[in-house]
């Protein structure tokens, strides 16, 4: 059985930082792609940043130069940096387990999901 678990978010200031890790365990985690997304009050579920099985990666326009995406196929770990978030990065934020290796943004592309974590960026 494939979990994700992820830990870190919080309440930070603007202009500070948060690092999200995702644990992921029951499936060969190296061969997938990984993506972290996140929803906020009354929006849709967006992408956020996604990196693949090789560790090539993509981001949402909104986060680019911000956040930085890496991961531990060793440790069947995914880790996302956000430095100088801002209120509207307020979400809750999910990590999630691709259907192939390589990045996608669409949510049709992961097939598991973690149980989320409140990031808030107060003003």
């Known amino acids: 059985q494939v979990q994700l678990v992820v830990t870190g978010g919080g309440l930070v200031q603007a202009g500070g930082s948060l690092r999200l890790s995702c644990a992921a365990s029951?499936?060969?985690?190296?061969?997938?792609?990984m993506g972290w997304f996140r929803q906020a009050p009354g929006k849709e579920r967006e992408f956020v940043a996604a990196?693949?099985?090789?560790?090539?990666?993509t981001f949402a326009e909104s986060v680019k130069g911000r956040f930085t995406i890496s991961r531990d196929n060793a440790k069947n770990t995914m880790d996302l940096q956000m430095n100088s978030l801002k209120p509207e990065d307020t979400a809750v934020y999910y990590c999630?387990?691709?259907?192939?290796?390589?990045?996608?943004?669409?949510?049709?592309?992961?097939?598991?999901w973690g149980q989320g974590t409140q990031v808030t960026v107060s003003s």
């Open positions: 029951g499936r060969t985690f190296r061969a997938y792609a």
């Open positions: 990196v693949s099985w090789n560790g090539d990666n």
């Open positions: 999630a387990l691709g259907r192939g290796m390589i990045v996608i943004q669409s949510q049709s592309g992961y097939d598991y």
